[in-house]
């Protein structure tokens, strides 16, 4: 079956431009979620989704970054007027959601972004 | 989340069993302990998780000891393809925003030919 798929695997832009990063979680997933790993470090949380439910958005570090999941299925992270610290490579996970207590979070192999 | 100690390296030759250790001795009742490895380059993979019981998929081994303080993941037959970083996480899913997974160094395994 297949898993979380994240495209595009490798993005580099220029300092400024505007960026979207697409997440298609696994089929059935009600829950998806956004962290990014900068080189060497550890996973950082970014936003929640679940279900039809208001999203957890506590871990977005500026009003760049926004994030929408559509028909509750695929995701879009953008980040907009991007800056060299947003170098990183975005990783998708999906589960089921929380009503299925203790499911684990299958990630995508994420897009790796480097900001010129 | 209970803290988790892992060793941050181990060295393991290929097809003989990698038993990567785990202590989390500050493990509430209800917390289930997961392993995760990340391949260089890829994302982290999901391999194995349990409560108090020993658990066994097509990957992996967990052994969770009584006390459940600590536990060891098997790899039966390690090859190189399994040289990667090794997660130990112990969380609940209890609501609220336990869903934020957090990773410590983890355990790098290198699988020797």
């Known amino acids: 079956g297949a898993g979380v798929s994240q495209s595009p695997s490798n993005k580099v832009t220029e300092k400024g431009k505007d960026v979207e990063l697409r997440c298609d979680p696994i089929?059935?997933?009600?829950?998806l979620y956004w962290y990014r790993q900068s080189l060497g470090q550890g996973l950082e949380f970014l936003i929640y989704?679940?279900?039809?439910?208001?999203?957890?958005k506590s871990g977005l570090p500026s009003d760049r970054f926004s994030a929408e999941r559509t028909g509750g299925s695929v995701s879009t992270l953008t980040i907009q007027r991007t800056q060299q610290e947003d170098s990183a490579v975005y990783l998708c996970?999906?589960?089921f959601g929380t009503g299925y207590s203790n499911q684990p979070q299958h990630f995508g192999d994420g897009t790796r972004l480097s900001i010129l | 989340d209970a803290k988790t100690t892992q060793p941050p390296s181990m060295d393991c030759a290929e097809g003989r069993a990698a038993n990567l250790p785990c202590n989390h001795s500050t493990i509430s009742g209800n917390e289930y302990v997961y392993w995760y490895r990340q391949i260089h380059s890829q994302g982290p993979q999901y391999i194995i998780h349990?409560?108090?019981n020993n658990e066994t998929n097509e990957m992996a081994s967990l052994i969770i000891t009584e006390d459940r303080k600590s536990s060891t993941l098997i790899l039966p037959h390690a090859t190189l393809r399994d040289t990667a970083v090794y997660y130990c996480?112990?969380?609940?899913?209890?609501?609220?925003?336990?869903?934020?997974?957090?990773f410590g160094k983890g355990t790098l395994l290198t699988v020797n030919p």
């Open positions: 989704f679940q279900g039809n439910s208001a999203p957890d």
């Open positions: 349990g409560l108090k």
């Open positions: 089929s059935g997933h009600t829950a």
């Open positions: 996970a999906s589960s």
């Open positions: 996480i112990v969380r609940v899913d209890s609501g609220g925003s336990n869903y934020k997974l957090t």
